[in-house]
């Protein structure tokens, strides 16, 4: 079994700059956005940036050795079903008393020691790697329903029902719209794909009309001054902080809403705080930066050789780009609040490190197009 590349290809520096770049702003944010959080929590403002610096080193260590990794390692049905099971494995145990992290009442986290892992992250790219292969090993007959959608259905069907369960209803979303994508794109008949859109709308409605936390963020988003001291205040904040911010911002460091104002300032709305001390200007660097990571990602999947190479890039891709829009959008306003990270710049271990591993086997494919 191979465990190096062999090809001679050069990786791609464009999508490489990307990524290094997004962790350096990552690193410089989370410090501008937790210090005062941190030094009334820890007595120490540089506590969440040196997790993050922590975290974001072993990154590049997982991500250059899945850089040297030949990515079709993960075509073998051994592999994908070992780290389909672990993936399964690690979601239920999150719904263990004891065992399960409970925050925000979600059941999202596992306590290891001192540290703590989000399953999720991890069940994303499982599960891309699972659709991959499948879809590649059915070819022509992933346009029969029974043999051929069916067994993927039943698979990403169990892990959003675990999505759902903890709850974590935008890592659920982000797994439903990446799942139709590759199954499109590997040639799934498009109206067996639309009956099953139609056949889960009476599924959504009732997982959002049967909580009343998700209805309060579909009148916040409607109308956030309805509610400005409960669920519209979040994105009052962030609109403030986009406000202030203007064209140019107010500068590195000198952002007010963060000072306890706005709620998730260094995870979910690292955004708001961009946009406010970096302006306008800053936001839309960063989003070229993801407009870069999805240009380079879909021309790795549309010239690579094979279909679960094309499949596997293109799922990579939209894994971190699909979050990173959905992410912005809720920050801005333009859909409702989600309990979505921006991939590679938010604090959190897990989902950094695992999109890095993710984003090095991406690299290892670009070889082979360079």
């Known amino acids: 079994m191979r465990t190096l590349t062999t090809h001679r290809g050069h990786y791609d520096k464009t999508l490489l700059f990307a990524v290094l770049a997004l962790i ?60 389909l099971v672990l993936a399964l494995v690690l979601l239920v145990a999150t719904l263990v008393p004891g065992i399960g992290r409970e925050v925000n009442g979600s059941r999202r986290w596992l306590r290891l020691g001192m540290l703590s892992f989000q399953p999720s992250e991890f069940a994303k790219l499982a599960l891309v790697i699972y659709l991959s ?11 029969d329903f029974m043999n051929g959608m069916v067994p ?43 009956g099953t859109a139609l056949v889960a709308l009476p599924a959504v ?16 988003f409607l109308d956030p001054w309805s509610d400005p001291q409960g669920a519209g205040h979040q994105i009052i904040q962030s609109f403030l902080a986009f406000g202030s911010g203007g064209v140019f911002g107010r500068g590195l460091g000198e952002g007010r809403q963060k000072l306890l104002f706005l709620p998730e300032r260094h995870s979910d709305f690292i955004y708001a705080v961009i946009g406010e001390e ?34 596997l890039a293109l799922g990579i891709t ?29 604090y959190g271990g897990s989902s950094l490190v695992i999109t890095m591993a993710a984003l090095g086997v991406l690299l290892s494919m670009s070889r082979e197009t360079a």
């Open 24 to 83: 350096a702003v990552s690193v410089v944010m989370v410090y501008s956005s937790s210090s005062v959080v941190a030094l009334r929590a820890y007595d120490d403002p540089a506590f969440f940036m040196k997790r993050q610096l922590l975290w974001a080193l072993v990154g590049l260590g997982v991500m250059a050795a899945a850089m040297r990794m030949d990515h079709r390692l993960l075509d073998d049905q051994r592999v994908v079903v070992t780290l």
């Open 133 to 143: 292969y499948v879809i590649a090993k059915k070819g022509p007959k992933i346009r």
């Open 152 to 194: 993927a259905y039943v698979v990403t069907g169990v892990f959003l029902l675990l999505a759902i369960r903890q709850p974590d209803f935008g890592a659920a979303v982000t797994l439903a719209m990446i799942a139709c994508i590759l199954l499109f794109a590997g040639g799934a008949n498009v109206l067996h794909l639309a």
């Open 205 to 220: 409605y009732f997982a959002v009309a049967h909580k009343a936390y998700r209805l309060r963020r579909i009148v916040a």
């Open 278 to 311: 970096l302006g306008l200007i800053g936001a839309l660097i960063v989003l070229l930066f993801f407009l870069l990571i999805l240009w380079r990602g879909v021309r790795i999947a549309i010239s690579s050789g094979d279909l679960f190479t094309r499949l």
């Open 318 to 346: 939209l894994l971190i780009c699909f979050q990173g829009m959905i992410n912005m959008a809720v920050v801005t306003g333009l859909v409702p609040t989600k309990g979505i990270a921006l991939p590679l710049v938010s």
